[in-house]
DNA sequence: TTCTCCGGTTTCCTTTGGTAACTAGCTTTC
DNA sequence: GAAAGCTAGTTACCAAAGGAAACCGGAGAA
């Protein structure tokens, strides 16, 4: 069995951090955990993700296995994507990041105030 | 109350979450937290991080109040950084995410090499 | 006719990320 | 005595990524 350890640089792992320790991955593994959602439900849903990077955050957690991608031949064409098997064991664990950021965003914001408000006071000093 | 939430572009949850969501914090903090650890000893520990990132990312995490510096007057001087309590909060979350790449790494290289398989056929046919 | 929607791609510019070199003073090695 | 290495960063530079806006073709609604 092979050593895997994200200390390693040339380790892929670090490469699969690199993916999944995204704020875009996060919230769009978030959105289709509630259940399958079309390309434009999903701009909708993530306010202020622009195509662009919508449509390659998708194709990259495609291309990881995290995510599926079904074309319908509607007219227009409809896409859905949803989280695979694989996904859904990455969820919970996704998701435990964005609460944190709910649930402490209040602490962070009070801290980088005493921080910023030091810095100001050694300018001044200066 | 104020209502926060990530789905918001212009809620500062969203800028918690871009900061948090980060590869470099995460190994950090990883490292951090199994006690306090100098400037250098973290470079060396964090395969492949440059100075300026490491500098940069650790900056960021002490003005969230994820992470304390300080410096003692020896000569040279030295500088420890560890995990403070809010920052401890948010190392079980994650930590989540690099134990996940660590197990699954594997099945994410398997997805790709999927993937990439079925582009190519399709690159073939055209 | 014009507007909107479908799911993206393309273009352009700005911001970020990363590499390598440099700072300054002390310690160790040759 | 000179050279190299330690401490903790900063700076200049360039490549890569991020993001705003325009555009694509085809269809349905106003």
């Not at 978030?30 to 622009?50: A, K, Y």
């Not at 694989?86 to 009070?110: M, Y």
Request: contains cysteine; hydrophobic residues 40%; aromatic residues 8%.
């Amino acid at each position: 069995m092979t050593q895997y350890c994200v200390y390693s640089a040339s380790c892929p792992t670090r490469l699969v951090l690199d993916h999944i320790a995204d704020k875009w991955a996060a919230l769009i593994l978030r959105v289709l955990s509630e259940g399958p959602t079309r390309f434009n439900q999903l701009r909708r849903r993530i306010d202020g993700v622009s195509q662009k990077v919508l449509s390659q955050a998708l194709k990259r957690l495609e291309r990881d296995g995290l995510v599926s991608r079904r074309a319908f031949p509607t007219v227009p064409v409809t896409v859905e994507y949803s989280v695979t098997p694989l996904g859904q064991t990455l969820c919970a664990q996704i998701f435990a990041l964005s609460d944190w950021a709910e649930k402490n965003v209040e602490a962070v914001l009070e801290a980088q105030a005493r921080y910023d408000a030091a810095g100001s006071q050694l300018r001044e000093a200066a």
